[in-house]
């Protein structure tokens, strides 16, 4: 994995992540979504003579998504968890 990879990786990391946080009930139709701009991506760049699609790419940056997304769900889990601790029990 190069330093290119690595940034490739992070951004979907982030993206994806902040994506699942801000939008809990949209987690699915993101994930989706975010997996298959990454595919989509790649895809375009063949339009560009000067670009260099390659499925190594895509498949880093569906990667980063999926890890993104599962960091997404473990904070919305915590927070969840921390706002019931926080409640006053009846």
Known sequence: ????????ALAFI???GLFIIAYPRRALAISIA???AAFLIELTQFASVTRHPQMHDAVIKALGV???????????????????AGEPRK
């Open 1 to 8: 994995m190069t330093t290119t990879d690595l940034d490739r």
């Open 14 to 16: 982030v993206m994806s």
């Open 34 to 36: 975010l997996f298959l």
């Open 66 to 84: 999926m890890v993104g997304v599962i960091g997404g769900f473990v904070v919305n889990l915590r927070l969840r968890k921390s706002a019931r």
